[in-house]
């Protein structure tokens, strides 16, 4: 099984924030690196969405979709900016 | 949410500030361009236009209620009728439904465009192009060469187009015609190739990249960008020679597909 | 209300027994994987299972020796939340009683832990009385890495989140606590027969 990135949740990342989030830059929590979205790590097949940091696969976002609504953790980012 | 400092507009500045909705698309027509792939041409009322690059997600449901979401690539170029170009994954399950069932007349759920990462706009683009595609991964970037074309752009492009063997070449005739329009194509056969191939043989290694990829300039409009496209494994590799090759990370754009089928 | 795709039918199958597939649920031939991280590669050279509470290792299991401890086939359905179930799947698995009580463990829960940092939590009585095993085999043959292996833990009577794969061990805890998908609004239980997907169900 693949890993994704986060061009792959780009719909439902729409969905949550109510704006395209791929070219948003996050900041990891745990390392500090810094990313677009788009390069998020994101496991996609399992009871919700998790991205990880590429560089040190610390969880940065878990979205969990369920009776019509999103819930989501973004405790992992230190920081999330627009472009 | 508290803790996760949030800055800035987190809307785009090329990018309006839309809804995301589902609608209910027509299929025009379907088209087949090899064994296993297909494009699908779509009419679809609300459809706001899109940029090169993008992709859109389909929603099928069974009659018992059954989803099933994936996303495509946009093949079409901005200003086209939106389509897509499937390929037919042995152990998929939409898949084999897009590229064999599916005809003329019926409908599917779409929403689109997304993305705001992977995306190239012609007007104002000065930078040189290096694409890298593997497999399926080729779809977005024929929309952005497609795209290129139809805006009369000219900024040079070398793509890079890795596939298992010459008959699953995506695109073929359209893409060779590009040859002549300052775009350099450099096919890479990673399984099969045919006899009195000089082409390169085998996967796409550090050599044949070093080849081909705009030499690393100095930062201005000149420094090249990298969009790399298709199997997670393939798009690593290539954003790993790239990176050794001295591009920096933002310029190279990586999109990473799921599912076997690649080179 | 979603119009009908013509045609299109998903990879389920429908000639099964009713009374197997729990609510909300279709079945499936495949084995879908899925995860919240990469896929963690153990050596069984290091590998070890433990029983923990409140930061003491109660007992620990080298490979070897939970490989010497009576082992069974187990056959049973599985039901993932995602709403596919798979039948008659066959594993290979020490039991769970067996290993709690060469712990001599005594609480009300368990949290178990694995690789990769995911966590899931589950009332003793439900990893106990033959519901419950660490499996090391699928289908007559190792256990994968994808699936969960070197080994995973096996409560077949819930939600498959709660079979932990990659699992290192249970830390004994008297309050139940939130695992990973827990944590995130998924039942504390876990219920098919009762749908018990989310909390409030």
Redesign the interface.
């Known amino acids: ?8 949740i ?2 439902l990342l ?2 949550v ?8 830059v996050g900041t990891c ?1 745990n390392c500090g690196a810094t990313f ?4 998020f ?1 994101v ?6 969405t ?1 991205a ?1 940091c590429r560089n040190c ?1 610390a ?1 940065l976002m ?1 979205i ?1 979709s ?2 019509g609504m999103n ?5 992992g ?7 | 949410m508290a803790g996760t400092k949030v800055r800035g507009r987190l809307s785009g500045p090329a990018l309006p500030r839309t809804t995301l909705s589902w609608q209910l698309a027509t299929v025009t027509a379907v088209r087949t361009e090899t064994a296993t792939v297909r494009t699908i041409e779509l009419n679809a009322a609300e459809w706001a236009g899109h940029r090169a690059g993008q992709h859109l997600d389909v929603r099928l449901t069974a009659e018992d209620g059954y989803r099933a979401e994936r996303s495509y690539s946009i093949a079409s170029a901005p200003g086209e009728p939106p389509a897509i170009t499937v390929q037919r994954l042995d152990d998929g399950e939409v898949s084999p439904y897009l590229t064999e069932e599916l005809r003329a007349g019926d409908e599917l759920e779409l929403r689109g465009p997304i993305g705001g990462y992977f995306v190239w706009d012609a007007a104002g683009a000065a930078s040189p192009l290096l694409l890298a595609a593997g497999g399926s991964g080729i779809v977005p970037l024929r929309s952005i060469l497609r795209h290129r074309e139809q805006a009369g752009a000219t900024v040079p492009v070398r793509l890079l187009y890795s596939v298992r063997s010459l008959p699953d070449v995506i695109y073929r005739d359209e893409i060779d015609g590009y040859d002549a329009d300052g775009v350099s194509v450099t096919y890479a056969l990673t399984r099969q190739q045919p006899a009195g191939w000089t082409g390169h043989r085998g996967r796409v290694d550090g050599a044949l990249l070093a080849d081909i990829a705009w030499p690393k300039s100095s930062p201005g409009d000149d420094e090249p960008v990298a969009y790399v496209c298709g199997p997670t494994a393939f798009v690593e590799s290539i954003a790993e020679h790239l990176t050794k090759l001295g591009y920096p990370p933002r310029r190279v754009k990586t999109e990473r597909f799921g599912g076997a089928g690649g080179p | 209300m979603s119009p009908v795709s013509r045609g299109f039918h998903g990879r389920r199958r429908d000639d099964v027994a009713p009374e197997r597939v729990p609510p909300g649920q279709y079945v499936t031939t495949d084995f879908p994987v899925l995860s919240a991280g990469p896929t963690p590669h153990v050596d069984t050279g290091q590998w070890t299972f433990s029983i923990r509470r409140a930061g003491s290792v109660l007992k620990t299991w080298t490979w070897q020796e939970m490989r010497a401890l009576p082992a069974e086939t187990v056959t049973t359905d599985i039901h993932c939340v995602t709403r596919w179930s798979k039948l008659d799947t066959r594993w290979e698995a020490v039991s769970m009683d067996t290993l709690l009580e060469q712990a001599g463990a005594e609480a009300a829960f368990v949290l178990a832990f694995s690789d990769g940092g995911y966590t899931t939590d589950l009332p003793i009585a439900d990893v106990t009385g033959g519901q419950a095993w660490l499996a090391y085999g699928y289908d007559g043959a190792p256990l994968e890495p994808e699936h969960g292996g070197p080994a995973r833990l096996l409560v077949p009577h819930l939600y498959f989140w709660k079979s932990a794969k990659w699992v290192r061990g249970l830390e004994l805890i008297d309050h139940d606590e939130p695992g990973f998908w827990e944590t995130y609004g998924y039942h504390m239980y876990g219920d098919p027969w009762r749908e018990q997907r989310y909390a409030g169900d």
């Open positions: 099984m693949d890993t994704l990135d986060g061009n792959a780009g719909g729409h969905e924030f109510g704006t395209e989030m791929t070219a948003a929590a677009p979205v788009a390069e790590s496991f996609l097949r399992a009871p919700g998790v990880r696969l969880v878990v969990v369920a009776r819930c989501v953790d973004l405790r980012l230190a920081e999330l900016a627009g472009a």
